[in-house]
């Protein structure tokens, strides 16, 4: 992908997620793609959860959930990568507990705006919400142990560099627990890239074979990469886990 379609995509990706901000400040579920028609976006957290986070459970534009296999322990740090309006963040922050430290990567300056005010109605005072970019992390090397992510890494135009900065900010023995879509192995590319679009992909998915090795060359180790849901021809929402040697 040259240089001037990845920054199109991009901005097509921040065009969705303004556009979801503007759906929440006026009282509605955000879609996630055509295909979604009330808003669903593929949730898979418990109403309790969702009340912990005040208004941003309504806001998730995830394909399931990441802290279902992240296994957060107290006083662990937590980075949560397109943290969109906070939902996994503020529910990371409470998992690790006052010990520990959740932050929140957004390029979206409205998202950013509803996360950090999400963060204020819950008192969360162990949170940050930054601005940047997934494929640019602005964070020191080795300064997380758990990486999390919900349906972000797919909307990347460059996947590569994203697997390198999960390496890089991750501290030795910290692992990555995220949700995101993949393809099926051995699926025609053109059937993945028009079901890819269907499910507001913008950027395409990575089959799970090119998931796992894109993975490892990066660095990581102990990498897992489960579907757990179809939601078009040959896509499927999947738990992706990975470890820092």
């Known amino acids: 992908m040259t240089t001037d379609e990845s920054t199109g995509a991009r901005e097509r990706v921040r065009a969705r997620y303004v556009a979801a901000a503007g759906q929440v400040r006026a009282g509605q579920a955000p879609r996630c793609s055509e295909s979604d028609l009330v808003g669903t976006c593929g ?75 999400h963060a204020a109605e819950v008192g969360a005072t162990n949170v940050e919400f930054l601005r940047g970019h997934i494929e640019a992390i602005p964070l020191p090397d080795a300064s997380v142990d758990v990486v999390i992510s919900n349906c972000v890494i797919n909307l990347s135009a460059d996947k590569p560099a994203v697997f390198a900065e999960i390496a890089r900010v991750l501290r030795s023995g910290g692992r990555m627990g995220v949700s995101d879509l993949v393809a099926e192995d051995d699926v025609d590319p053109a ?27 990066a660095g990581l180790s102990a990498v897992s990469v489960t579907a757990t849901q179809e939601v078009a021809s040959g896509v499927s929402s999947a738990i992706v886990r990975a470890s820092r040697p």
Do not use: K, W
Not at 48 to 57: D, F, K, R, S, Y
Not at 195 to 207: C, D, E
């Open 43 to 117: 949730q898979a957290y418990d109403p309790t959860e969702l009340a912990e986070a005040a208004g941003a459970g309504a806001a998730s534009l995830g394909c399931g959930n990441p802290l279902a296999v992240a296994e957060l322990v107290a006083g662990e740090t937590v980075l949560d990568l397109g943290s969109g309006a906070g939902l996994d963040v503020l529910l990371s922050a409470r998992r690790v507990g006052p010990t520990g430290f959740a932050y929140g990567l957004d390029m979206t300056d409205e998202m950013l705006d509803l996360a950090r005010g």
């Open 191 to 217: 059937v993945v890239t028009a079901a890819a679009a269907s499910v507001g992909a913008i950027s395409g998915v990575l089959s799970r074979r090119n998931y796992h090795a894109q993975l490892e060359d």
